[in-house]
């Protein structure tokens, strides 16, 4: 069983940057995908970016590809989520999730996640 606190999240004017981190406790982290997931306000939640357990492949959802990074370090049982130029449409509450298996980019794929961090991007 892994649980997953988020932390980072905040309140930043349109073009500024955060980065996001997500502490696992309770499991193998190395041996986890791990992924980002958002919800804005009234929507579905919808992939970000994922990383594979070592972290050598990195999936990015188109509307943040060249903008957020996503990276881990398994000695510290931490993934992070670099967000740069950041647009008013990138408010939501952020989630992150892990699952033994491949992951993917819908929600059904992960199996654990966290209680989610509020990013809100002024304009």
């Known amino acids: 069983q892994v649980q997953l606190v988020e932390s980072g999240g905040g309140l930043v004017q349109a073009g500024g940057s955060l980065r996001l981190a997500c502490a696992a406790s309770?499991?193998?982290?190395?041996?986890?995908?791990m992924g980002w997931f958002r919800q804005p306000p009234g929507k579905e939640r919808d992939f970000v970016s994922a990383?594979?357990?070592?972290?050598?492949?990195?999936y990015y959802a188109d509307p943040v590809k060249g903008r957020f990074t996503i990276s881990r370090d398994n000695a510290k049982n931490t993934v992070y989520l670099q967000m740069n130029s950041l647009k008013p449409e990138d408010t939501a509450v952020y989630y992150c999730?892990?699952?033994?298996?491949?992951?993917?980019?819908?929600?059904?794929?992960?199996?654990?996640w966290g209680q989610g961090t509020q990013v809100t991007v002024s304009s």
């Open positions: 999730a892990a699952t033994r298996s491949r992951g993917g980019t819908t929600p059904e794929g992960y199996n654990y």
């Open positions: 309770g499991g193998a982290f190395n041996m986890y995908t």
């Open positions: 990383i594979s357990w070592l972290g050598g492949l990195t």
